[in-house]
């Protein structure tokens, strides 16, 4: 049996500002379970809404603000709303601390359990699909990058003055992730996270 998520309304409010109107539509229960918050839940909108190419500023583009499944609660990095478009930021410091908090939050403001795992990879098919999102719109490997600086200069530090071996560092880091050499997401990948 599914247990259906509770919160502030498990619901959608969409207004169309060029035809000022506005409808409100219910959240899936399912969708709210596998894009955990705000952020998650907009990414998949967005994913969904907007046709591959899209000028930022058409009227037909969207703009989500999505508020934090965690609003309120003081959580690390869990913000109090997401406004997502085609940029998006992201907090790092999960992999820092101990993220059962995390799990424990979660499960104390929505009512459902949810493990450490399934709790990470939620986290993994979000970031999966934001860069899929983000090779549909043309980011490619040569986006993948550093500070021009860190690629030139080497460490003061290092009696050798070495720079940063970004080339080997993407090849390892797409193979872990699942992606072409071009840095774009396998079929198989989206497949093994349920995005077809």
């Given at each position: 049996?599914?247990?259906d ?22 959240i899936?229960?399912?969708?709210r ?9 907009g990414?998949?909108?967005?994913y ?7 000028d930022?500023?058409?009227?037909a ?8 499944v ?5 959580a ?32 104390s ?21 934001e ?27 290092d ?38």
């Amino acid at each position: 049996m599914k247990q259906d998520l509770i919160g502030p309304s498990n619901k959608l409010l969409e207004i169309d500002l060029k035809h000022r109107t506005w409808s409100v539509s219910r959240i899936d229960p399912e969708d709210r379970r596998r894009f955990l918050g705000g952020k998650g839940l907009g990414v998949k909108l967005l994913y969904e809404r907007l046709e591959p190419g899209i000028d930022p500023l058409a009227p037909a583009n969207v703009l989500a603000v999505m508020p934090g499944v965690l609003l309120g609660t003081g959580a690390p990095c869990s913000g109090r709303f997401h406004a997502l478009a085609e940029k998006h930021a992201a907090c790092l410091a999960i992999r820092l601390i101990d993220f059962s908090l995390y799990t424990r939050l979660w499960s104390s403001v929505t009512g459902v359990r949810i493990s450490n795992r399934e709790f990470l990879r939620a986290g993994e098919r979000i970031h999966l699909l934001e860069r899929y999102m983000n090779t549909r719109e043309g980011i490619t490997r040569k986006d993948d990058t550093l500070p021009a600086r860190m690629l030139r200069q080497g460490l003061n530090s290092d009696p050798h003055k070495r720079t940063v071996p970004l080339e080997p560092m993407l090849e390892a880091y797409y193979r872990e992730k699942g992606y072409t050499a071009g840095g774009i997401p396998k079929r198989s990948t989206l497949q093994r996270y349920g995005l077809n």
